[in-house]
């Protein structure tokens, strides 16, 4: 007999509804669920993949133990004795921070994950903790923790009832939105730009920029300009609109002054955009009713990150756009990220060892990952645990890490993949499938457009051979504490800790009525809320955090000529089919065109003699890849495109269907040392690089250049 459950889809942060329908205890097919208040029935290609997943046959299901090339199947207790054992013996003998951590994009996604890692983390008490939140939002968060004192007071866009959206490096159409949890983005943005404007400023006309009003091409790192310029025109205009933060806001003068200050002569050659398209874009968003700016990954991940979402703070604050309906405003969350007990801290509280990088939200930026591996001295790495994360094609040099992992003594892996990075592991602990667990979206309710809340019931009994993810934190915890002779609280299952959750947000919702509403419940649109909740030690908005002056003063001195310089950049992409590193094992996403082409203007190409779908080598200052090139005439000149997760054609990857994709990784390219001066967040695009086109004989050999992996199966 047939049966539907509905459960929030848990794959990238647009938590779309979904029906999984059962035959008995088999999952047959995957519909979105249009009953669900939030998503109406929206589902995307990666929704549908879940089939592959749970059937890939290369999926772990129980523990693997590493002898040399070999992998030997481990019983779950002498899996977890044995990773705290190691764990707890490398720390005795080299001290605390010998263990390092790296916690990927997943985590997130993943009730079992999110609400009991930081309880481990705690207990291994090590200064060497990474995450992909450096190579992603960190900057987002060093902002808001620096203006609205707390790193999740992140003010949402309110799309669905803005009149003017000021969209820059982001591409929802193709990612789903990030940041701003709004399933059927596409479908919004459509409206938005029917009734109201989008501006997107990207250096590619992507899928977004198609569906907006007006697309404003940008040289990959012009932003932080852009946005000084941005906001100069808008004070040349009136004076700020802060009357509603009275009492609420510090160092508005400060930061007027500053951004006054910095001169803009330059903006024309340094972003490609006119002082005239500036002053324009900036009149039009002052004389909408409700209006909004906003910045994701393009904007973050590059050398002024941090500058840049400052700016983006600045222009809604001073437009009188923050903290309203239609601009940009908190989401409450019905269980609270923010408030008595959620802080992480606000940073520089630690350095990292080799470089000397400032700690922040209890993390050392991942870009210094595999230094403090390879670099010999007191406090060097010697083990390593990661999380559903996939650094080797994820962070800066990853081929470096890549090598880097190689010298551990000793290295444990939660994770279900043997994938780039999990094959250097002694150890994998694979969870049982998301399926079989109670989940509850922590930190995407949170940045949702909508106030909404959801209980996804898990769909099935676990096996008797299954650990969920909870039951894994909780059995290693259990066994480093028995072995380092710590104590060791076993937290209680996702439903407790829910409930537990729901009380401490005192907003009324409980379990009882989650359970009641299976296909999740609207609590109506955003509200402000940001002035009631600063959680900055003067109670107000700070406007000119001390160190984003700083920022700002560096960037006031820049390079300008190399700022402007005239070689290709290189960007990412992201495909509607893709999910970071992980997701080339489902069938059907990478069936059909291949994507893992670098896209270039046709012009570049000419201009080095490169023909369409030739091969070429990319070389940057950290690396080379060797792959095919695509005429693409959606791309700014000088700007050349590549996706990132690419590159499963390593030894010992177990990933059938993955490793028969072509393409290499971006991150073969990425520099360890170009971070952004914020908070030291990755600068993975606007990456200097240079193409030639390979000789037939070399482009025959196919495959990657960098030196390969030290060991192989
Ligand atoms: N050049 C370039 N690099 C980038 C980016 C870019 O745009 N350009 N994007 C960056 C961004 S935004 C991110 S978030 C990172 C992502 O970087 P990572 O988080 O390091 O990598 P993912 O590819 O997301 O890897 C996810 C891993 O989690 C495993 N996994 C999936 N689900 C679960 C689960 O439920 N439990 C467990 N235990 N494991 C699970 C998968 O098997 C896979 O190994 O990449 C970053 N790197
Ligand atoms: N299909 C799919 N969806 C995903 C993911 C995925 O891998 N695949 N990953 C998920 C994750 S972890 C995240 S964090 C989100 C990211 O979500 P988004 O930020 O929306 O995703 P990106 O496609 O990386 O968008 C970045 C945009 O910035 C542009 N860009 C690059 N450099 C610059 C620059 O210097 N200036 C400006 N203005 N623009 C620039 C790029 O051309 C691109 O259009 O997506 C999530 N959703
Ligand atoms: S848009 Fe995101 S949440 Fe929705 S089905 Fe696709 S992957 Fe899942
Ligand atoms: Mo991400």
Aim: aromatic share 6%; net charge negative; charged share 20%.
């Amino acid at each position: 007999m047939q049966t539907s459950v509905f459960r929030a889809c848990d794959l990238c942060e647009a938590i779309c509804g979904l029906e999984l329908q059962l035959d008995g205890d088999r999952l047959v097919a995957i519909r979105g669920d249009a009953d669900d208040p939030f998503s109406h029935g929206h589902i995307c290609p990666k929704g549908n993949a879940i089939l592959d997943l749970e059937a890939d046959p290369d999926r772990l299901r129980t523990p693997m133990r590493r002898e040399g090339a070999q992998w030997l199947p481990i019983g779950w207790e002498d899996a977890f004795e044995l990773a705290g054992r190691r764990l707890a013996m490398l720390q005795q003998a080299h001290g605390q921070s010998a263990v390092a951590t790296y916690l990927g994009n997943p985590n997130v996604h993943h009730f079992g994950h999110i609400a009991y890692l930081p309880a481990l983390l705690k207990a291994l008490r090590t200064p060497n903790m990474f995450s992909a939140s450096s190579v992603d939002q960190w900057p987002h968060q060093f902002t808001c923790a620096r203006m609205y004192g707390h790193q999740f007071l992140l003010p949402i866009p309110d799309i669905d009832r803005t009149d003017f959206f000021l969209m820059l490096g982001a591409n929802p159409v193709a990612s789903n939105g990030s940041l701003m949890t709004a399933p059927g983005i596409a479908k919004r943005l459509k409206a938005l730009a029917a009734r109201g404007t989008l501006v997107v400023v990207d250096p590619r006309r992507t899928e977004t920029a198609q569906v907006a009003n007006e697309h404003v091409f940008i040289r990959p790192g012009g932003d932080a300009l852009f946005l000084v310029a941005f906001l100069q025109a808008m004070l040349a205009l009136g004076p700020p609109r802060v009357s509603a933060y009275e009492g609420k806001l510090n160092g508005l003068d400060a930061v007027l002054s500053a951004v006054g200050a910095v001169a803009t002569g330059s903006l024309e050659t340094e972003t490609g955009i006119s002082a005239d398209t500036v002053r324009r874009l900036a009149a039009a968003f002052l004389a909408a009713p409700r209006a909004v700016a906003y910045g994701r990954m393009g904007v973050s991940v590059q050398p002024w990150g941090t500058l840049c979402q400052w700016l983006l703070q600045l222009v809604n604050l001073v437009s009188g756009n923050l903290d309203r309906e239609g601009g940009a405003l908190p989401n409450e969350a019905e269980i609270p990220v923010t408030g008595p007990g959620t802080s992480t801290g606000h940073g520089g509280r630690w350095r990292s060892r080799v470089r000397g990088l400032p700690e922040f939200a209890g993390e050392l930026p991942v870009a210094c990952l595999a230094e403090e591996i390879v670099t010999p001295g007191d406090g060097q790495v010697r083990a390593l645990l990661t999380v559903a994360g996939n650094p080797v094609l994820s962070t800066p040099d990853g081929r470096g890490l890549d090598r880097a992992l190689d010298g551990l003594d000793f290295m444990v892996s939660i994770d279900f993949y043997i994938n780039e990075t999990t094959r250097h592991a002694d150890l994998i602990l694979p969870p049982a499938s998301s399926l079989t667990q109670d989940h509850y979206d922590l930190i995407f309710n949170a940045f949702a457009v909508r106030r909404v809340a959801r209980l996804s019931q898990a769909l099935r009994e676990r096996e008797p051979g299954e650990r969920a993810d909870w039951e894994i934190v909780n059995g290693m915890g259990a066994a480093y504490a028995a072995a380092a002779g710590k104590d060791w609280r076993a937290l209680p299952p996702p439903r407790a800790m829910i409930a537990a959750g729901l009380a401490r947000g005192d907003s009324g919702l409980d379990l009882a009525a989650l359970l009641a509403a299976p296909h999740g419940i609207d609590l109506g649109p955003l509200r402000p809320s940001l002035l009631a909740r600063l959680e900055t030690a003067s109670g107000c908005i700070e406007a000119a955090p001390a160190e984003l002056l700083a920022e700002l003063d560096r960037f006031a001195g820049r390079d300008r000529a190399q700022a402007a310089e005239a070689g290709l950049r290189l960007i990412g992409r992201r495909d509607v089919r893709s999910n970071n590193s992980w997701m080339h094992i489902a069938p059907r996403l990478v069936k059909g065109k291949a994507r893992h082409q670098l896209a270039m203007h046709p012009d570049d190409l000419a201009a080095r003699g490169i023909g369409d779908g030739d091969r070429v080598s990319v070389r940057s200052r950290t690396g080379e890849i060797h792959t095919e090139v695509r005429a693409d005439h959606t791309l700014m000149p000088g700007v050349a495109c590549l996706p990132h997760g690419f590159g499963h054609g390593r030894n010992g990857v177990r990933m059938a269907r993955a490793s028969l994709v072509p393409g290499e990784s971006y991150n073969d390219l990425t520099d360890p040392l170009a971070i952004e001066g914020g908070c030291g967040n990755a600068a993975l695009n606007a990456l200097p690089i240079e193409v030639t086109r390979l000789a037939p004989a070399i482009a025959a050999t196919g495959g990657a250049t960098g030196a390969g992996p030290t060991w192989s199966a």
